[in-house]
């Protein structure tokens, strides 16, 4: 289960925030070439209220402006948590169950560009998982302390039905007598590659071992035979809790990120090695030793708290001072120091901070833990909720430029209202 201080720290966060979003007037004007195809819809989540923390599901053909009004709109969803991913033109909302099963519910988008409910389906809850082909790979962590059996779904996106199963040994994974607590999972040719730290369990997250190593699984697609587990000793754990750290780019090279937020028993961060990108060459299962890029160094000690691929080699890194072991953005916002925005190209080495974001300290939180968008030409789109210099409460989705490392703001709700995520959802009949 979540540890007690996140769940606070969560709730804390809701009371900052409120929800929502609005379909737009189909009969605005068409879109700009950094906005959906006619074809296409975004699909934004929000939540709706302190009182009620659960996201509910919007849609809008914009995210360069306009308002997303809540009164009367939107889909409204049970549950507390969720976790979204687009595949096969459709959007999953996994519900986060916590101990308990997850429910998923699936839609998609008609020719008018609203969202129609689809067949849903039950799993246990979910806490890393990938699109593959039309499949959906879905990762139930071994996480409590008397567990020690990973579970692994497949999902056929067509039929939406589980289409197979099976289980991997978290224990004799690690070789350590710890859990392998899977941070994400990613395919990578035919191959699934599974960043994982070492825990005692996930009620801490904790490790007796050394936290200055990464540690990625390598598994056969379908079949999830077990490889072997890759190794880098220059920087330390990948990614984070829901938080992920491994992206493949237009060239099928792996990138994979140190983000050195994985503690011992004693809650603390190791600094022998830095924060920073390592490679894996496309066709091969193995670092490439020749590459290598400091963020430590360039970031003047900040951490990566979460990643958004913007194509050309451009990543859009959401950086704090001071490490937190569940990657929570709005922890770091509002106790550690301030969220800072920063574009790293792992080709050519640039680092730049972006200006034209609100102010590190006036962030609360940003959608973190869910998706946020990238067209994959150098820009992004990431919701931020912070607190404007007349101390008003905004949520607004902000546009980031690689090129130029700036950010313009775009669409915002009411002021009633937190945007939580951001995916764009193919249009089908």
Same mark, same amino acid.
């Given at each position: ?77 049970? @549950? ?5 991913? =687009? ?18 519910? =699936? ?6 560009? %609203? ?34 059996? &990973?579970?692994?779904? %497949? ?78 000793? %220059?920087?330390? +754990?990948? +990614? ?31 600094? &022998? ?9 496309? @066709? ?13 160094? =360039?970031?003047? +000690? ?10 050309? +080699? ?79 409460? %905004? ?35």
């Amino acid at each position: 289960m979540k540890k007690s201080n996140f769940i606070v720290l969560s709730l804390l966060a809701l009371i900052f925030l409120g929800a929502c979003s609005k379909n737009k007037d189909h009969n605005e004007p068409e879109p700009t070439p950094t906005e959906p195809k006619k074809d296409s819809v975004f699909v934004l989540t929000a939540a709706k209220s302190a009182l009620a923390p659960v996201d509910a599901i919007y849609t809008s053909n914009t995210l360069d402006s306009g308002i997303l009004i809540t009164e009367g709109t939107g889909i409204e969803q049970t @549950g507390t948590y969720h976790n979204y991913i =687009v595949n096969n033109g459709k959007f999953f909302s996994l519900m986060f169950g916590q101990a308990n099963p997850g429910a998923v519910s =699936v839609f998609k988008a008609g020719t008018d560009k %609203r969202l129609t409910a689809l067949q849903s389906f039950q799993t246990e809850t979910m806490t890393a998982f990938t699109k593959a082909g039309d499949d959906l790979l879905l990762i139930k962590n071994a996480w409590q302390p008397e567990e020690q059996y &990973t579970k692994w779904y %497949r999902v056929d996106t067509k039929t939406l039905q589980i289409v197979a199963q099976g289980e991997i040994d978290a224990v004799a994974l690690t070789g350590k007598g710890e859990k392998a607590f899977f941070t994400d999972v990613k395919l990578v040719g035919d191959k699934i590659f599974a960043p994982f730290w070492p825990v005692e369990s996930g009620k801490n997250f904790a490790t007796n071992y050394s936290q200055d190593s990464t540690y990625i699984a390598v598994y056969s697609y379908p079949n999830m035979t077990l490889e072997k587990v890759i190794t880098d000793s %220059r920087t330390g +754990g990948i +990614g984070a809790y829901y938080t992920s750290g491994i992206e493949v780019d237009e060239k099928g090279d792996t990138y994979v990120l140190g983000t050195k937020l994985n503690w011992n028993k004693s809650s603390k961060y190791s600094t &022998t090695t830095p924060v920073a990108f390592a490679k894996i060459k496309s @066709g091969t299962t193995e670092y490439d030793k020749s590459y290598f890029y400091n963020i430590t160094d =360039v970031s003047g +000690g900040q951490y990566v708290y979460s990643k958004l691929y913007l194509g050309k +080699g451009y990543f859009l890194l959401t950086m704090c001072p001071q490490p937190y072991v569940y990657a929570t953005v709005m922890y770091g916002a509002l106790l550690y120091g301030g969220i800072n925005f920063a574009i790293a190209n792992v080709y050519d080495g640039s680092f730049k901070w972006v200006t034209g974001a609100p102010a590190p300290k006036k962030i609360t939180t940003t959608s973190g833990y869910s998706p946020s968008y990238s067209p994959l030409n150098g820009t992004g789109y990431i919701p931020i909720y912070y607190t404007d210099t007349d101390n008003k409460a %905004r949520s607004v989705v902000f546009k980031f430029d690689a090129a130029t490392a700036t950010a313009t703001p775009g669409l915002e709700t009411d002021g009633k209202a937190a945007i939580t995520s951001i995916s764009m959802l193919p249009v089908t009949d």
